[in-house]
């Protein structure tokens, strides 16, 4: 199983609700990323987790909030996000956490009312 | 990481082979090119890497000049299917293991 999945494919929320954003993989990868893909614009780093640790988080706003449950799962908290937060989420994940060769997720579309 | 820089599009006929060029002039000497594609909706795809030899896979070739200050990444018979955006990245491998996305070459490839 080379793949890695992400639910669900489209969220429409308000600015007051809370949500989550599910990636899973079977990989056996211990490395685990969040990526934010504006439109026209390249994927930007939100998160790194390593063995289950969060490792790197690029100053990302506390209303998301990262969750490694265990090497197969990775969640995306959201909470009171704004309008410009609307994006393509994209999860992927890596052997270990010095990268080489990143899975990606096909995204969840995001969008706040 | 080093910056890339891309052609912003290319065009390729199908069947052709597309060369999408990439310069890193800033480039280290323990920093690797990375090649990753991303097809309209869909999340990026890895298609391959290098350090200072030329490398092949069953996607592409990467090739690496001899300074290393550019490469050329070359799909041999380029197909509808290849029409995506193509990121050039150079990275450290052993650091943490950010991907620096930069701008791209969006690839149209036409019949």
């Known amino acids: 199983d080379t793949e890695v999945t992400q639910t669900p494919k489209h969220l429409v929320m308000g600015m007051t609700n809370k949500k989550s954003l599910k990636c899973e993989q079977h990989?056996?990868?211990?490395?685990m990323y969040w990526y934010k893909q504006k439109a026209k614009k390249p994927p930007e780093l939100m998160f790194v987790?390593?063995?289950?640790?969060?490792?790197i988080n690029e100053s990302v706003p506390s209303r998301f909030s990262p969750e490694c449950p265990n090497s197969s799962l990775l969640n995306l908290h959201l909470h009171a996000l704004q309008p410009e937060d609307s994006a393509l989420y994209l999860c992927?994940?890596?052997?270990?956490?010095?990268?080489?060769?990143?899975?990606f997720g096909p995204g969840t579309r995001l969008t706040v009312l | 990481d080093a910056k890339t820089t891309q052609p912003p599009s290319m065009d390729c006929a199908e069947g052709r082979a597309a060369n999408l060029p990439c310069n890193h002039s800033?480039?280290?000497?323990?920093?690797?090119v990375y090649w990753y594609r991303q097809i309209h909706s869909q999340g990026p795809q890895y298609i391959i890497h290098g350090l200072k030899n030329n490398e092949t896979n069953e996607m592409a070739s990467l090739i690496i000049t001899e300074d290393r200050k550019s490469s050329t990444l070359i799909l041999p018979h380029a197909t509808l299917r290849d029409t995506a955006v193509y990121y050039c990245?150079?990275?450290?491998?052993?650091?943490?293991?950010?991907?620096?996305f930069g701008t791209g070459t969006r690839l149209q490839v036409t019949l």
């Open positions: 990245i150079v990275r450290v491998v052993g650091t943490a293991s950010k991907l620096t």
């Open positions: 987790y390593s063995y289950e640790k969060l490792s």
């Open positions: 990989m056996g990868h211990r490395a």
């Open positions: 992927a994940s890596s052997q270990g956490s010095q990268g080489n060769e990143q899975f």
């Open positions: 800033t480039i280290s000497g323990n920093e690797y």
